[in-house]
């Protein structure tokens, strides 16, 4: 990766030092006492060897006080003294030991998810306690203890019930409480209303009464609620941390050169238009800016979907997000970094997503029929026992609350979440990643798919298609130099030819923005650009050939003919089976791409998509989403680059690959591992499937509320009856989402699994852990897992 | 009856005493890391 040009070395990589070391200050945040605090993402560790080689790495650097790797978040925090004159630049000392790594800023992340997290998990805890004793107490009550002994545990198990479930109830609550201040009702309006009353009439039931107590209903209620909750909020936690650990993150800062042409690292938000920057060989452009001089190639795909290289010279205006590819370029910032190609994208799409939230979750649309339901039997209930008791009210309030707690969504609330957990797990062993459940709901019902085209179809690495001319020795050569470089066109040349006997180049030289040049048999042959090429071709030879689509490199040796191969984007060695796989399901395809019309016309036939649209800019890519939408349909989008990001908020559902973009995976609901595309079929069948189970559960928490709520509207229902009908067909519930552990196993999905987890500290890092840690024989963990 | 009297704050105190344990333990992030947890058992400092 790192720049090849390696003149004016000291002076560049002391520059660059100091940069790093300013970027890993400004990442890092004080712990008081001269103590710093660093973090940083290493998605590559995995096992306990990472570990312990990551700590004690870093342990030895001067300075640190302690390194404490998480595995459950791929992060390292490390602690230490600024002052001590270490050489702190943790980054490179973990490549060092294999591990790639990325600073992780805290100002970008909100850490507020962690602690709803722990929050939930107290109240759980909490409500757990409460009920497993108040269950103790009520069932020696239930076997008919002596009154005096009923009314002392009445009262130890109101002692529990009160605070335990105005403690443990909070988040319903809350939510209740913001449902009504918005005059809308959900889910938690029945449950915060029935645990309260509940909890009100038993504590006068306790201390005044001689009836029955609903302690451990309102209890066990919020127990099993609060389960539910948790593990809705365990799966969300789980892919939003699984996809920052792909995320290197968009350059916070860059290299601005000042007026005496010192570099020093600056904030994003502080870079103003007129300010010159550096970016090296192998760089984002962090904002939109103009070539001031340098000359490179530069990688547009993951901004506008092009996937030839373009060549960067003065005066050219790149976007945010460009990848400059061969040479070091400095500068000038047009634009802020608020009103950049990357804010305009980001606005563009919490456009759309806004257009998306009219989807309403299953569970609230149940809700929203169920709700007024449950208060309006309940309701019927008081006044028609207030008719024909003549105005008992006591009794009549017995009975509206033994219907409330009765009809009490418990299973109906774990039915949602437990089968999208469930499913969500089951895709996370596959590689896909689920952000929530809504995009499981959604997925379900698609019926359109829509791709972009480079990096999602195609895998965004050029390769070649046709070669033009030349002989067998001149593809030798080619491919020879093929080798040397790094640019994507170049490597795509190095197949020109599978073996190269005794092809011996010599004084290889490579020009940013041309290509590459070098010496064979004492003649110059180059590598590259087709005008600079021809520079050396035999002059006849230099009409270009028929303008094909897709693009080109040349080669030529000193005054031979000009030899081009061209190159196109591969597709992905699945996408033709899933194409067909997901037709025999019944999906209408189409392909959305910024790339021009010739490749995009080229891998539509390949695939036998119908309807493929080129030269789209993200805009154009939303309005015909939007379209389609329009016409009724449910529309899958699956892309992976910046230009997408609006598509990907616009669409029903969307689906993006790891290696994209970060925006791209911000925005997705659904984010999938791995080389291969057949991880959307699977997703589609488990979502399928999960809506099937979803309705099942339903099916089984009202068949339970068809039994009971008669029971309960007659005055039968007692504390026993509601703790029976909760937990079993709590358990049902539980125990029929598990089913969806079995869908789609058969189907093998591509090493995805393994590109999550596989271990980047291959067998040449393992010296440079440490001298003691060499015994050759050390047996290796992965081997037992 | 004069049993329960000494049984169930017993009883009480326990899970309480296990409850307390659970949040502090919580709040200590001994639950931030589970997998690492796993692993770690593996290694011998």
Redesign the interface.
Known sequence: MTCCSSSSVPNQQALKQRLDHERLLAASHDMGDGLLQTDLLVPAMHCATCIRTIETGLGQIKGVDNARANLSTRRVSVRWRPDAGGDADFISALSGLGFEASLYDHANIATEADDTGRKLLVCLAVAGFAAANIMLLSVSVWAGADAETQRLFQLISGLIAVPASVFAGQPFYRSAWAALSNRRLNMDVPISLAVLLALGVSVYEALYGHHETWFEASVSLLFFLLIGRYLDHMMRERARSAILQLSRLMPAGASRLDAAGQASYTPLAELQPGDTILVAAGERVPVDARVASGLSDIDRSLVNGESAAVQAAPGLDVEAGVLNLTGPLTLEVLRPAEQSFVANVISLMEAASQANSRHVRIADRTAALYAPVVHIVSAASFIGWMVWTGGDWYTSLNVAIAVLIITCPCALALAVPIAQVVAANRLFRSGVMVKDGAALEQLAEADTVVFDKTGTLTLGEPRIAAVLGGTDQEHAIASVLGRLSTHPAARAAAAAHPGTPGVLVSDVEELAGLGLEAVWKGRKVRLGRRSWVAEIARSDSKAAPESSASSEVCFAIAGGGIVSFQLSDTLRADAATVVRDLRAKGMTLEILSGDAAGPVDAVAAQLGIEKAFSSLKPADKTDRVEGLRAQGRRVLYVGDGLNDAPALAAANVSMAPASGSDIGRASAGLVFTGKGLSAIPVAIEVARATSRTVRQNFGLALGYNAIAVPLAVLGYATPLIAALAMSSSSILVVANSLRLNLVARHKAISPAGASLAEHPASEDAEPSVGKSDKAPSKPRLEAVK | ?SH?VIL?PI??GL??L??AA??WS??NGQ??????AA??I??DD
């Open positions: 009856m329960l169930i009883a009480l899970g309480a296990g409850l659970f949040i919580l709040r639950y931030d890391d589970l997998d690492g692993q770690r593996l290694e």
